[in-house]
Nanobody, 124 residues
Framework: QLQASGGGLVQAGGSLRLSCAAS????????MGWFRQAPGKEREFVAA????????RYGDSVKGRFTISRDNAKSTVYLRMNSLKPEDTAVYYC???????????????????WGQGTLVTVSS
């Protein structure tokens, strides 16, 4: 089970940190990712990390602003979001790719466990 939290309302230029708490499985051994879905748009890749956190990938629209990290001792993955823009407004989902440990996949079909999502609203 994946539980995302930390969303909320923030002004443009502000920051938020999302958390994804995992339970029930050995998620610390999986590649973990964040995706988002804005109103009226398809869900898109945001960021992902290998099991150790040593390898990460980011979507082009968030590179340099967002940072994904994980604390396997706490079974938690984080998404630090800086310099937020109104176009970052979306429901953010965390997900786990159980077939992958080192290779950081970015396509949704590779992720087989999904959290419920947390809403981030960035006002201009």
């Amino acid at each position: 089970q994946l539980q995302a939290s930390g969303g909320g309302l923030v002004q443009a230029g502000g920051s938020l940190r999302l958390s994804c708490a995992a339970s029930g499985r050995t998620f610390s051994k999986y590649v973990m990712g964040w995706f988002r879905q804005a109103p009226g748009k398809e869900r898109e890749f945001v960021a992902a990390t290998s099991w150790s956190g040593g390898s990460t990938r980011y979507g082009d629209s968030v590179k340099g602003r967002f940072t994904i990290s994980r604390d396997n001792a706490k079974s938690t993955v984080y998404l630090r979001m800086n310099s937020l823009k109104p176009e970052d407004t979306a429901v953010y989902y965390c997900a786990a790719a159980s077939r992958y440990v080192v290779v950081v996949v970015i396509t949704q079909r590779e992720y087989d466990y999904w959290g419920q999502g947390t809403l981030v609203t960035v006002s201009s």
